[in-house]
């Protein structure tokens, strides 16, 4: 009993490093552009998409973005009739972005606040994988103070130290059953932090075209002291004591991001986005307990190198008015055998689109919509043998204000 | 921008998005065309009736495994399927036993009392309960016992004599009751008695339920009993008869803890288990069985009038009938064996699906894990056997009446639903 809940416990974090985790949604605007345009907004979301194109923004701002996150999954067990869904809920990814120095120069400094990886996904109680997962919600906020500099005209360099506070709060079932016939939760929360950094080259051959790179180191995030509680019939608490202790550490990957943006007309830009993901550093996840009698443990994780391409349009019908639209292909780092109903992953399909509106000299909205659809895969897990097919939906509707001085 | 469109087109987005959950069809339910399910019957024993945690009673009878295997016959268009459930007035049948503690890990059990459903105690009888059934378990049923008459009677077993109206004649036994139901499809798990009753016994044969059924009269019984079931060309499962060591009633009580408890009491170390065999009187090694209720008998160690400590020295050895031993497992296992290749070759002959239950119990002896959860033969805390260490928790009847939908649909062609294991439980704790 005590080393199925030890597996139980161990399977749960890797939502942190799953695709299924992800939340590139840093941007209203390069959202509508299905992700792409890192060498193309030279604004002050440059600040995480691309340092080093900063320093080529002529003014000053602040952004304010915030987006609701709708995962839907489901899932049917092998051979079984039933189809388990997740429950509504909405997470609220957020970025804030400002920039300060002179106008009009060579350099330019800023600070972001973003949340890269997240989200929440509650299956209940009720459902086949419940001692797998019931529910899940965790949130990476990443804070990067930045620094961009022009070398010359046309080519510039940035980059930013960042600082994660990272937060989850997970449930699973317990196969042990009070006198009503339920069986008993495990409730796990803790913080943990992590630092890193995130650097950039950008280069315009002119006005129009341009091209940027942008590295994102890994981030290992360490939890320690998180709460371990138990809800357990009195018989089983030798076993789960209610309120334990764990630590672990979450590696968060790095990422290599390339970009270029040109014109079709003069009113039509296009971008074009590649990504890899290096979460081959995600072999395995470790995890220590700070009670005597509880086994210290390890289980095989195996994620691969993963990448994405994207491509965006953006059109403008006039002064005050921007449209785009955009879509991307994901690559899934999650083998077969180890998909977790906390990111029942596989490889992913994205559309999107989105405007911004120019409402005066000092302020502009932006609006977003992402639709996201992971493919429907068949999947055995090596470990927990919850075996079945799992598909998911992911809306994301955001929206943006932009003070500009 | 015209702002109300605006906001009526976020509204419209938000709701479709609610209405947009993804779907998934990866299985159609189906019956095929090989087998009828409108009328299903169960015969059995205990497993089949729904007994666990050492008797019958309502929250057992709802997790038989025929029940859970009728519920997903439903999904393809199979027939009602009913029950003789105990009232809920006397929802607690013949009483069972529940836990009540555990301390320092060892189990504290309690007989539940109330809300029986006996008429008479002496000799004990259960209200009558004569509707029209499917599922026709019968705790302490056997191969040999379903042929002879008298078992019905109020001198022979209570929980088939419960099921026969008053005034039935004491030549009516239970091959006959069982095989007039005009059933158009059933599964058949008689035969485990014909040996768990004497291994249980420690193989000491002390009456009818504790005899070990010779292999040629199982078969010819068997081969009666199928015969008379598919007369009509009917289709059905045949289980085969478990491993009795892959029970904890077993594997839980062994010499090790059985030392380790010894000496924890003891300041002189104890290093050998005395056990009576049918050859004389020897130590015991990790290779014999303890049966469960050994363990609760209080009896290790207690002086004898010449104070030799009993199991602690030759002569006051644990009596014959707690340990299965060695040889005697051996003996068993043979038997099992043979009647399970009897039932092998004559599911085969006749066209009949096999339930494996010998090969799924050995894989759940060994631990397995299914939809994210762990289960074994570990008694309590395997989840998979319940109180009495021999009859399964409902999450074992569910896993049980998944290895006969497997066994319908293969032979069968059918596309029966398994069930999901986690809506089952396990061993109640305090």
């Not at chain 1, 994205?350 to 493919?375: E, H, P, V």
């Not at chain 2, 976020?10 to 087998?35: H, N, Q, R």
């Not at chain 2, 002390?206 to 010819?220: D, K, R």
């Not at chain 2, 999901?420 to 439980?425: A, F, G, K, V």
Request: aromatic fraction near 10%; hydrophobic fraction near 35%.
């Amino acid at each position: 009993m005590k080393k199925l809940l030890i597996t139980l416990l161990c399977v749960s974090p890797s939502l942190l490093l799953a695709q299924g985790s992800q939340v590139n949604l840093q941007s209203p605007k390069s959202v509508g552009m299905g992700g792409a345009g890192s060498a193309y907004f030279i604004d002050e979301s440059s600040i995480f998409y691309s340092p080093g194109a900063l320093s080529k923004m002529s003014h000053n701002a602040v952004s304010v973005n915030g987006n609701g996150v709708m995962f839907k999954s489901a899932f049917q067990a092998t051979g079984s009739s039933v189809v388990d869904h997740t429950k509504n809920q909405i997470t609220p990814p957020f970025s804030v972005f400002a920039t300060v120095g002179p106008k009009n120069t060579w350099w330019k400094a800023g600070i972001g606040i973003y949340t890269p990886y997240g989200g929440a996904v509650d299956w209940g109680t009720e459902w086949t994988g419940k001692y797998s997962l019931v529910s899940l919600s965790l949130r990476a906020i990443y804070i990067q103070p930045t620094v961009s500099v022009k070398l010359t005209d046309n080519f510039s360099i940035g980059g930013g130290f960042v600082y994660n506070i990272g937060s989850v709060d997970l449930q699973s079932a317990v196969p042990v059953y009070f006198q009503d016939g339920s069986s008993g939760l495990a409730e796990l929360k803790g913080t943990g932090t992590g630092t890193g950094y995130n650097v950039g080259v950008h280069y315009n051959l002119n006005e129009e075209f341009a091209i940027s790179m942008s590295y994102r180191s890994k981030v290992v995030t360490k939890l320690k002291d998180g709460d371990a509680k138990f809800t357990v019939p009195e018989a089983a608490q030798g076993t789960f004591p209610p309120n334990s202790k764990f630590s672990a550490e979450l590696p968060l990957p790095s990422t290599f991001a390339v970009g270029v943006t040109f014109p079709i007309s003069d009113k039509v830009k296009m971008a074009v986005d590649g990504t890899v993901i290096n979460y081959d550093i995600y072999k395995e996840l470790n995890f220590d307990y700070s009670g005597a009698n509880t086994p210290d443990t390890h289980s095989p994780k195996n994620y691969t190198k993963a990448g994405s391409i994207k491509a965006g349009i953006e059109y403008l019908p006039s002064e005050k008015l921007q449209l785009r639209i955009g879509g991307g292909y994901i690559a899934t780092p999650v083998s077969k055998d180890y998909v977790y109903p906390e990111t029942p992953d596989n490889n992913r399909v994205l559309i999107a689109g989105g405007f911004t509106y120019k409402m005066n000299q000092k302020f502009d909205l932006t609006g977003s919509f992402a639709y996201q659809r992971i493919l429907p895969r068949e999947a055995n897990n090596v470990d927990s043998h919850l075996s079945g097919t799992y598909t998911t939906n992911i809306y994301a509707p955001g929206i943006g204000l932009t003070y500009k001085f | 921008m015209n702002r109300r469109n605006l906001y009526i087109g976020v509204a419209l987005a938000i709701l479709s998005i609610t209405a947009c959950k993804p779907s998934l069809d990866e299985f159609t339910p189906s019956a095929g065309t090989k087998a009828d399910f409108s009328k299903y019957i169960a015969i059995g024993n205990s497993l089949s009736a729904g007994f666990a945690d050492g008797g019958l009673y309502l929250d057992g009878q709802k997790v038989a495994f025929p029940l859970l295997i009728s519920e997903q016959l439903q999904k393809v268009g199979g027939g009602e399927f009913k029950s003789p459930f105990f009232s809920e007035e006397q929802s607690n049948g013949s009483g069972y036993i529940r836990l009540k503690a555990l301390v320092n890990g060892q189990p504290v059990t309690e007989q539940v009392t109330d809300k029986l459903a006996y008429r008479s105690a002496s000799p004990k009888l259960l209200t009558k309960f004569t509707d029209p059934i499917n599922n026709l378990g019968v705790p302490g049923m056997r191969m040999d016992m379903a042929f002879a008459p008298g078992i019905g009677t109020a001198a022979g077993n209570m929980y088939f004599e419960r099921l026969l109206p008053e005034g039935t004649p004491p030549t009516m036994n239970y091959f006959t009751y069982s095989t007039s139901q005009n059933h158009t499809f059933f599964t058949f798990s008689l035969g485990n008695n014909d040996v768990l009753g004497y291994a249980t016994n420690g193989a000491v044969n002390e009456g009818p339920t504790t005899t070990l059924t010779s292999t040629a009269l199982f078969n010819t019984l068997l081969n009666n009993y199928v015969t008379t079931l598919t007369a009509k060309g009917q289709k059905g499962v045949l289980a085969t008869i478990p491993d009795v060591t892959s029970v904890p009633y077993f594997t839980t009580v062994t010499r090790q803890a059985l030392l380790a408890a010894v000496n924890a009491a003891s300041t002189t170390k104890v290093t050998d288990i005395y056990i009576a065999t049918k050859t004389g009187p020897r130590a015991a090694t990790d290779q014999d069985f303890f049966v469960l209720p050994f363990s609760s008998a209080g009896l290790l160690g207690v002086p004898n009038v010449n104070k030799i400590p009993y199991g602690l020295h030759p002569l006051n050895p644990v009596e014959d009938k707690y340990v299965l031993d060695t040889k005697e497992a051996a003996e068993v296992v043979v038997r099992v064996n043979d009647f399970n290749k009897s039932i092998k070759s004559i599911a085969a002959s006749k066209g009949l699906a096999v339930a494996d239950v010998n090969a799924f119990l050995t894989a759940v002896k060994n631990g397995i894990r299914i939809d994210g959860l762990s289960v074994s033969a570990k008694y309590i805390t395997g989840n998979g056997f319940s109180l009495d260490g021999i009859h399964l928790t409902p999450i074992g009847n569910a896993l049980m009446a998944n290895v006969f939908i497997e066994a319908i649909n293969k032979t069968y062609g059918a596309q029966v639903p398994r069930l999901n294991i986690s809506d089952y439980r396990g061993v109640k704790l305090p």
